[in-house]
Protein backbone atom coordinates (compact mmCIF):
# COMPACT_ATOMS: atom_id res chain seq x y z
CA UNK A 1 0.00 0.00 0.00
CA UNK A 2 1.68 3.57 -1.02
CA UNK A 3 0.82 6.90 0.49
CA UNK A 4 1.93 10.57 0.65
CA UNK A 5 5.14 11.18 1.40
CA UNK A 6 6.80 14.43 2.27
CA UNK A 7 5.76 17.83 0.29
CA UNK A 8 8.02 20.74 0.52
CA UNK A 9 6.24 23.58 2.61
CA UNK A 10 6.04 27.13 1.66
CA UNK A 11 9.18 27.94 3.12
CA UNK A 12 10.58 24.97 1.08
CA UNK A 13 11.21 22.72 3.66
CA UNK A 14 9.96 18.64 3.68
CA UNK A 15 6.15 18.26 5.70
CA UNK A 16 4.35 15.72 6.43
CA UNK A 17 1.16 15.77 3.32
CA UNK A 18 -1.24 16.89 5.61
CA UNK A 19 -0.04 19.49 7.12
CA UNK A 20 0.06 21.63 3.73
CA UNK A 21 -3.53 21.88 3.49
CA UNK A 22 -4.04 25.04 4.94
CA UNK A 23 -2.37 27.89 7.15
CA UNK A 24 -3.90 26.70 9.89
CA UNK A 25 -2.41 22.90 9.20
CA UNK A 26 0.94 24.93 8.49
CA UNK A 27 1.10 26.18 11.87
CA UNK A 28 -0.51 23.01 13.99
CA UNK A 29 1.75 20.71 12.12
CA UNK A 30 4.88 23.00 12.77
CA UNK A 31 4.14 23.73 16.19
CA UNK A 32 1.87 21.88 18.51
CA UNK A 33 1.69 18.34 17.23
CA UNK A 34 3.82 15.49 18.11
CA UNK A 35 5.19 18.00 20.91
CA UNK A 36 4.95 16.44 24.53
CA UNK A 37 1.69 17.91 26.17
CA UNK A 38 1.70 17.55 30.11
CA UNK A 39 -1.01 18.88 32.98
CA UNK A 40 -4.12 17.43 33.58
CA UNK A 41 -6.21 20.48 32.07
CA UNK A 42 -4.30 20.81 28.72
CA UNK A 43 -4.58 17.04 28.23
CA UNK A 44 -8.17 16.66 29.38
CA UNK A 45 -8.60 19.55 26.39
CA UNK A 46 -6.91 17.81 24.16
CA UNK A 47 -9.42 14.78 25.10
CA UNK A 48 -12.06 16.46 24.80
CA UNK A 49 -10.87 18.12 21.11
CA UNK A 50 -10.37 14.63 20.08
CA UNK A 51 -13.90 13.18 21.25
CA UNK A 52 -15.51 16.27 19.53
CA UNK A 53 -13.94 15.41 16.45
CA UNK A 54 -14.72 11.93 16.11
CA UNK A 55 -16.29 11.50 12.74
CA UNK A 56 -15.25 15.03 11.58
CA UNK A 57 -12.66 16.70 10.18
CA UNK A 58 -9.48 18.16 12.44
CA UNK A 59 -9.71 20.83 10.99
CA UNK A 60 -13.41 21.74 11.93
CA UNK A 61 -12.02 21.37 15.49
CA UNK A 62 -8.84 23.28 14.83
CA UNK A 63 -10.93 26.59 13.81
CA UNK A 64 -13.09 26.31 16.76
CA UNK A 65 -10.99 25.86 19.32
CA UNK A 66 -11.01 29.22 20.33
CA UNK A 67 -14.68 28.80 20.64
CA UNK A 68 -14.47 25.22 22.19
CA UNK A 69 -11.84 26.99 25.34
CA UNK A 70 -14.40 29.88 25.54
CA UNK A 71 -17.65 27.86 25.74
CA UNK A 72 -15.67 25.21 28.25
CA UNK A 73 -13.97 27.54 31.12
CA UNK A 74 -10.86 26.87 29.00
CA UNK A 75 -11.02 23.36 29.99
CA UNK A 76 -10.25 23.94 33.82
CA UNK A 77 -11.28 20.46 34.95
CA UNK A 78 -12.90 21.91 38.10
CA UNK A 79 -14.48 24.42 36.36
CA UNK A 80 -16.37 22.61 34.13
CA UNK A 81 -16.90 19.85 36.86
CA UNK A 82 -19.07 22.24 37.60
CA UNK A 83 -21.19 22.92 35.10
CA UNK A 84 -24.70 21.99 34.96
CA UNK A 85 -28.39 21.45 33.09
CA UNK A 86 -28.40 25.00 32.31
CA UNK A 87 -24.34 25.05 30.77
CA UNK A 88 -25.27 22.05 28.64
CA UNK A 89 -28.21 23.78 27.01
CA UNK A 90 -26.28 26.51 26.48
CA UNK A 91 -23.55 24.59 25.01
CA UNK A 92 -26.06 23.17 22.75
CA UNK A 93 -26.76 26.69 21.30
CA UNK A 94 -22.89 27.41 21.08
CA UNK A 95 -22.33 28.31 17.41
CA UNK A 96 -18.47 28.18 18.34
CA UNK A 97 -18.72 24.60 19.05
CA UNK A 98 -19.30 21.20 17.37
CA UNK A 99 -23.23 20.93 19.12
CA UNK A 100 -23.49 17.16 19.77
CA UNK A 101 -24.98 16.35 22.85
CA UNK A 102 -23.47 13.16 23.35
CA UNK A 103 -20.07 14.38 22.91
CA UNK A 104 -21.35 17.81 24.99
CA UNK A 105 -21.78 15.09 27.78
CA UNK A 106 -19.27 13.05 27.54
CA UNK A 107 -16.80 16.18 28.30
CA UNK A 108 -18.92 17.69 31.30
CA UNK A 109 -19.19 13.90 33.02
CA UNK A 110 -15.53 13.06 32.32
CA UNK A 111 -14.58 16.51 33.91
CA UNK A 112 -16.89 15.38 36.63
CA UNK A 113 -14.94 12.09 36.80
CA UNK A 114 -11.37 13.57 36.46
CA UNK A 115 -12.25 15.74 39.67
CA UNK A 116 -12.26 13.40 41.63
CA UNK A 117 -8.55 12.64 40.51
CA UNK A 118 -5.27 13.64 41.89
CA UNK A 119 -3.62 16.04 40.59
CA UNK A 120 -0.79 14.85 38.04
CA UNK A 121 -3.04 11.68 38.07
CA UNK A 122 -4.42 12.59 34.26
CA UNK A 123 -1.43 13.09 32.74
CA UNK A 124 0.47 9.91 34.62
CA UNK A 125 -2.18 7.35 33.02
CA UNK A 126 -1.86 9.11 29.35
CA UNK A 127 1.93 8.67 29.38
CA UNK A 128 2.21 5.71 31.45
CA UNK A 129 0.92 3.89 27.76
CA UNK A 130 3.72 5.86 25.89
CA UNK A 131 5.62 3.38 24.35
CA UNK A 132 8.41 1.95 25.49
CA UNK A 133 10.53 2.53 23.03
CA UNK A 134 10.24 5.08 19.89
CA UNK A 135 9.23 3.20 16.66
CA UNK A 136 10.67 3.66 12.91
CA UNK A 137 9.84 6.86 11.54
CA UNK A 138 7.12 6.22 9.26
CA UNK A 139 8.09 7.37 5.26
CA UNK A 140 4.78 7.74 3.57
CA UNK A 141 1.24 8.59 5.39
CA UNK A 142 0.39 4.45 4.85
CA UNK A 143 3.08 3.77 7.53
CA UNK A 144 0.94 5.50 10.04
CA UNK A 145 -1.47 3.56 11.84
CA UNK A 146 -4.95 4.10 13.34
CA UNK A 147 -4.64 2.10 16.30
CA UNK A 148 -2.00 0.10 18.14
CA UNK A 149 -1.88 -2.11 21.64
CA UNK A 150 -0.70 0.44 23.40
CA UNK A 151 -3.95 2.92 22.18
CA UNK A 152 -6.16 0.10 22.66
CA UNK A 153 -4.48 -0.42 26.22
CA UNK A 154 -5.29 3.36 27.05
CA UNK A 155 -8.40 4.08 25.75
CA UNK A 156 -9.12 0.81 28.02
CA UNK A 157 -7.97 2.31 30.75
CA UNK A 158 -9.75 5.84 30.33
CA UNK A 159 -13.12 3.57 30.67
CA UNK A 160 -12.52 1.70 32.99
CA UNK A 161 -11.80 5.16 34.88
CA UNK A 162 -15.19 6.17 33.29
CA UNK A 163 -13.93 7.98 31.24
CA UNK A 164 -15.98 8.46 28.15
CA UNK A 165 -16.25 8.90 24.17
CA UNK A 166 -12.95 7.43 23.77
CA UNK A 167 -11.69 4.33 21.66
CA UNK A 168 -8.58 2.89 20.53
CA UNK A 169 -8.45 5.12 17.52
CA UNK A 170 -8.99 8.67 19.39
CA UNK A 171 -6.46 7.71 21.76
CA UNK A 172 -4.19 7.25 19.30
CA UNK A 173 -4.91 10.89 17.79
CA UNK A 174 -4.30 11.86 21.46
CA UNK A 175 -1.52 10.29 21.42
CA UNK A 176 -0.05 11.43 18.49
CA UNK A 177 -1.34 14.74 19.08
CA UNK A 178 0.50 14.86 22.37
CA UNK A 179 3.92 13.73 21.63
CA UNK A 180 3.51 10.17 22.77
CA UNK A 181 4.45 8.86 19.51
CA UNK A 182 6.32 10.73 16.19
CA UNK A 183 4.42 10.26 13.41
CA UNK A 184 6.00 13.22 11.57
CA UNK A 185 7.54 11.41 8.56
CA UNK A 186 11.03 10.72 8.34
CA UNK A 187 12.64 13.85 7.13
CA UNK A 188 10.05 15.92 7.92
CA UNK A 189 11.22 19.46 9.24
CA UNK A 190 8.99 18.94 12.50
CA UNK A 191 10.40 15.52 13.32
CA UNK A 192 13.87 16.66 13.56
CA UNK A 193 13.02 19.74 15.27
Known amino acids: MSGAGLLAGPDGAPRCPWGLSTEDYVAYHDTEWGKPVHGDDALYE ?6 FQSGLSWLTILRRREGFRSAFASFEIAKVAAFGPADAERLL ?11 IEATLANARVLAGWRPGELDELIWSHAPKRPGRAPRTTA ?21 RFVGPTTAYALMQACGLVNDHLAGCVSRTA
Open 143 to 163: DVPAVTPESTALAKALKKAGI
Open 93 to 103: SDEGIIRNRAK
Open 46 to 51: RLCLEA
